[in-house]
């Protein structure tokens, strides 16, 4: 017999041997003898009060051997000869629709605008040292797509479009920790993603797939409204029969390429705002109700932000505990920022966007001459500011919180994760009135909700623009673009996704409607 059940255990319970064994008896009342296991199927953690709390889900086995078994598996095929599908971009939406197709019998042909894994380390470290960004190979671009070297956390609430079970469980199959079927906020980290990327890739391969790196689509050749071929940089033409554009949120060359060959694209809502970044005994402070450093059982700790200002959302985004604030332009000319966090999580800093949201419809009149392209016009015009104020390097234009707050110019800065280095500017001021003055009193409320949030040790950088895609790819219920046969626009890029989960889902289904298609 197998029994799930909830058990809660504190902090001096936890360093207990065989503590869940001993709770699980007591709360079902059976013998310790009787028990041949304990599963844990979730765990979280319960800080809102003074006494913290490990949640667990697990399954009890009683008198039953333990299954290790997955109850998923992937059964790829040799697909060397079979039909083809077309995929665009090499991130998590591209990765999972690759993989489906293969399972499903039919041959990717991946054309990734970057570089593989390895090779990207060199651009990154470009742009960290030098302020040079490759326009096809940086943090946004490249074989993993922004998930690779920018966090990898895997929380989603994007529970209806796909089984996020089993896209958990293929990442474990193909080299990650199986903790991540446990956290209730899995993440796997940036030091440990590439190997797991540089797996899926040679699965692909080994399955016979072809993944094609430095080949970024210039244009699409469409006759009839019905999309023929692809051409590549290069001059390459390549003959296509079914698409799946995965080409992610920051790829503007698409969606300009998309717009000047008059096929249907749509304006979306979208945020904006900056990166906080707080020395990381403080969150922990706050969070674990704690003086000094937290307890060794406990994690680094995070924090999820919102308050209504204005009639618009002001709320954390992609917060990183003992991570780094990393330049994510795609292009010179431009300061972006986002953050990170190694799986340890034991960098000395804190950081988290603070993001206001955007009404596509009422924020934007100055841009409606760019039509679907008005969001993505501002968010550039904000990344332009962001690198003139930050000196025309990657140097970030940055500002002490409480100065932020107040108005002040900071005379000086506090220490950083961020590698470019920061400039003082006065963002409260730069930032259009939309976001700055929104972010202020969202940032004082804050304070309010979290007691020592709001100090002069957390430094305010700018900008965090690249949330979601401010441009929309329409389709219809077949996930095909309602004017164009043959084209399945998928994933972030599309508007379709929000993170590595809800994207590598979206892949999948994608895979799926583009080989019905066929």
């Known amino acids: 017999m197998i029994k799930e059940i909830q058990l809660r255990v504190n902090l001096v319970e936890e360093r207990k041997e065989n503590i869940l064994l001993h709770k699980a008896s007591k709360k079902i009342g059976v013998a310790k003898s009787e028990i041949t296991g304990v599963k844990v199927l979730r765990k979280s953690i319960d800080a809102r009060k003074k006494e913290i709390i490990f949640n667990y889900k697990v399954a009890v086995y009683i008198n039953e051997k333990v299954s290790e078994k997955s109850d998923y598996t992937f059964d790829y095929k040799d697909v060397s000869n079979a039909k083809e599908v077309h995929i665009i971009g090499f991130g998590p939406a591209g990765m999972y629709a690759a993989l489906r197709c293969i399972e499903l019998g039919y041959k990717p042909i991946v054309l ?13 470290k470009a742009i960290n040292q030098d302020h040079f960004v490759n326009e096809d190979s940086n943090y946004c671009f ?16 994007s529970l209806k479009r796909g089984d996020v079970r ?23 980290g940036t030091n ?18 072809e993944i094609h790196f430095k080949s970024r689509v210039t244009d699409f050749k469409i006759k009839n409204n019905k999309l023929q071929a692809i051409q590549l940089q290069n001059g390459a033409e390549m003959t ?43 969150i922990d402070q706050i969070q674990y109700h704690c003086s000094g450093e937290r307890d060794e059982l406990l994690p680094a700790a995070a924090y999820s932000l919102v308050h209504q200002v204005n009639e618009r959302g002001v709320y954390s985004f ?27 999580r034991n960098n000395k800093f804190a950081n988290s966007g603070i993001v206001v949201e955007l009404d596509i419809d009422k924020d934007f009149k100055k841009y409606e001459k760019f039509g679907p392209l008005k ?35 900071s005379p000086e800065l506090n220490e950083t994760s961020y590698q470019p280095g920061l400039k003082s500017a006065p963002l409260h001021s730069l930032l259009p009135k939309i976001i700055g003055s929104r972010l202020r009193k969202g940032f004082a409320a804050f304070g309010q909700k979290m007691h020592g949030y709001h100090t002069n040790e957390a430094n305010i950088i700018g900008v965090e623009s690249r949330t979601s895609s401010p441009v ?32 590598a889902m979206d892949g999948e289904r994608c895979a799926e409607a583009a080989i019905a298609n066929l």
């Open 166 to 188: 089993r896209i958990f469980e293929n990442l474990v199959y193909h080299g990650a920790t199986d903790q991540i079927l446990v956290d209730a906020h899995p993440h796997i």
């Open 240 to 282: 296509v029969n079914s698409v799946i554009l995965a080409t992610g949120h920051s790829a503007r060359d698409i969606y300009e390429l998309l717009h000047k060959k008059e096929i249907a694209l749509k304006a979306k809502s979208f945020a904006m705002g900056v990166r906080v970044e707080h020395p990381q005994e403080i």
């Open 375 to 409: 969001g993505l016009e501002f968010q550039k015009d904000l990344e332009k500011i962001a690198f003139f104020a930050g000196g025309r390097t990657q140097t970030a234009p940055a500002q002490r919180l409480v100065d932020f707050v107040d108005g002040k110019l």
């Open 142 to 157: 490249g074989e993993g797509g922004a998930g690779t070297y920018s966090d990898g956390k895997l929380y989603t609430r």
């Open 192 to 209: 440990k993603l590439p190997k797991i990327i540089e797996n899926i890739r040679e699965n692909i391969i080994k399955f016979g797939g």
């Open 318 to 344: 992609c917060m990183c505990p003992g991570g780094f604030i990393v330049p994510a332009a795609t292009a010179n000319g431009e300061v972006v920022v986002n953050g990170m966090s190694p799986s340890r």
């Open 112 to 124: 990734e605008r970057g570089k593989n894994v390895q090779d990207r380390r060199r651009d990154l």
């Open 472 to 503: 929309n790819i329409p389709r219809k219920e077949s996930l095909e673009h309602p004017e164009i046969e043959g084209l399945f626009p998928c994933g972030e890029g599309g508007g379709y996704a929000g993170g590595i989960i809800s994207a």
